[in-house]
């Protein structure tokens, strides 16, 4: 299945006349049209979700399912959306992260929600659906919705790119924009069909840029975790500390994994060079 499409990080501050307090939705969101060879889309879904990396994950489900089975939500047999969000949350998430939340829209309604979601999230998918490829108009449309609930806001949205892909039978190219409080930077890969392989996988490049992102999280906790353990004087917080650190290793090495898988399948290049996982933890853990 061909894909083109944007993950944005995204900040709503909304503010209310009657309350000094604004309210603060944070958000990844990543809008996933799903269509057939012959480019008819068949339904779009938004999947908005804490992390980035769960966000590309649960899309990369719904892609597995549309590439197997067809639409998603005309089936006789309705897909199981907690079994999808279950294999998106892995081992070392479920244990130190458990509450991290996903949730799915189409047509501007909720059609799976796993945790804490922001109520605004609901409304502001719901303006957008009112205005279809106009997104900063759901923002006035969300504010109007307000109003007429009685409530006064002015509502302030701070957005930027976190990943693009483009994704097609033979060639792939995905860009992935790393951020932090310190600094910013951006790599991307190609991904070339080789002659003995099949057509391009998008759920399998999803998988990957997932990987990369949720594979530099773990360095740095790794990493960070180390450090942290040198310091401790008391044997059972310094152990349960190293068994963290050791649970990070087995699932970091999963994404390691999955990516080789990636590049054993296809001819992937990379600019500029792919993340160092052993120097993220090695500069993490010698910081200070």
């Not at 006064?152 to 039978?169: C, F, K, P, S, T």
């Amino acid at each position: 299945m061909d894909l083109n499409t944007s993950l944005l990080r995204e900040k709503f501050l909304i503010k209310d006349e009657n309350n000094n307090e604004p309210l603060i939705a944070v958000s990844n969101r990543l809008p996933i049209p799903l269509h057939s060879s012959d480019g008819k889309v068949h339904e779009t879904f938004i999947v908005r979700a804490q992390t980035m990396y769960h966000c590309i994950r649960m899309s990369a489900q719904i892609i597995k399912t549309f590439d197997e089975l067809g639409p998603v939500s005309t089936r006789d047999e309705n897909f199981d959306w907690n079994e999808a969000f279950d294999n998106v949350m892995g081992d070392f998430d479920k244990h130190y992260f458990a509450d991290r939340w996903v949730a799915v829209y189409k047509d501007g309604l909720p059609v799976f929600k796993n945790g804490d979601v922001h109520a605004f999230l609901d409304i502001i998918e719901k303006c957008d659906y009112a205005s279809p490829d106009e997104y900063n108009k759901s923002i006035l449309l969300a504010e109007k919705t307000f109003e007429k609930l009685g409530r006064n806001v002015e509502i302030e949205h701070d957005e930027n790119i976190g990943l693009n892909v483009n994704i097609g039978e033979n060639q792939a190219k995905c860009g992935i924009i790393l951020r932090n409080a310190d600094k910013s930077g951006t790599f991307n890969f190609k991904v070339d069909k080789k002659a003995d392989s099949n057509t391009i996988s998008a759920y399998q490049c999803l998988k990957v840029c997932a990987a990369y992102l949720e594979g530099i999280q773990l360095s740095f906790i790794i990493g960070q975790t180390l450090n942290h353990t040198e310091n401790i004087d008391d044997d059972e917080k310094a152990e349960k500390e190293k068994r963290k650190a050791r649970r990070a290793k087995e699932r970091m090495n999963k994404m390691l994994a999955e990516i080789q898988t990636l590049e054993n399948t296809y001819s992937v290049h990379y600019r500029p060079e792919k993340p160092d996982f052993d120097k993220i933890i090695a500069d993490a853990k010698s910081a200070k």
